[in-house]
Nanobody
């Protein structure tokens, strides 16, 4: 079992910033990557950003240049700094952990709302 503590979501005006964090704990033996996905109302869940254990980073085109993913390996924690937020960034953001054994684990999600 893997547990997550997600924080940092909320309501922000367009152009504003938020920082999400996700700390994983429990039966974590080997992490291949951690990342963030999001699901907007009426849409499928999509990748936002991932970071591998080795530090390789992947961003969705829609967030490149605005979002920055980082991690603290010692704390099994991943962060997402979101700047220049747009209304279309409104979604539930989910933390993801992909293990070296090929298992996917998901956080409970945190709501991000960008609105004036």
């Amino acid at each position: 079992q893997v547990q997550f503590v997600e924080s940092g979501g909320g309501l922000v005006q367009p152009g504003g910033s938020l920082r999400l964090s996700c700390a994983a704990s429990g039966s974590i033996f080997s992490i291949a990557a951690m990342g963030w996905y999001r699901r907007a109302p009426g849409k499928q869940r999509e990748l936002v950003a991932t970071i591998s254990n080795g530090g390789s980073i992947n961003y969705a085109d829609s967030v490149k240049g605005r979002f920055t993913i980082s991690k603290n390996n010692a704390r099994n924690t991943v962060y997402l700094q979101m700047n220049s937020l747009k209304p279309e960034d409104t979604a539930v953001y989910y933390c993801n952990l992909f293990s070296s054994h090929g298992s996917n684990y998901w956080g409970q999600g945190t709501q991000v709302t960008v609105s004036s």
